[in-house]
Nanobody, 123 residues
């Protein structure tokens, strides 16, 4: 089992910044893709950004140029630097990570979620 613990949420004014962090711990095979998702009240959970072990990133168009995802492979951590936050980005932000078990020539993937951290953008 892998545990993901997020930190860094809070209340910020429109245009402000927050930095979210997530650390994976427990019985880890090898952490693969890590990412951040968010879920606003009454809406479905959506992907914000993901990052592979080689640093390749993928993010939703609405956050490009404002949010930056990064990771530390040695410490199994992922960060999300959020600048220029908007009120509509108020949501619970969840960390996601895949744990990769290599069996012979195949990879078995296990997906894990953190408990979520609240981000509120309001004046």
């Amino acid at each position: 089992q892998v545990q993901l613990v997020e930190s860094g949420g809070g209340l910020v004014q429109p245009g402000g910044s927050l930095r979210l962090s997530c650390v994976a711990s427990g019985s880890i095979y090898s952490i693969g893709i890590m990412g951040w998702y968010r879920q606003a009240p009454g809406k479905q959970r959506e992907k914000v950004a993901t990052i592979a072990t080689d640093g390749t990133t993928n993010s939703v168009d609405s956050v490009k140029g404002r949010f930056t995802i990064s990771r530390d492979n040695y410490r199994n951590t992922v960060h999300l630097q959020m600048n220029g936050l908007k009120p509509e980005e108020t949501a619970v932000y969840y960390c996601n990570a895949e744990d990769v078990e290599v069996i012979g020539g195949d990879n078995r993937l296990y997906a894990y979620w953190g408990q979520g951290t609240q981000v509120a953008v309001s004046s």
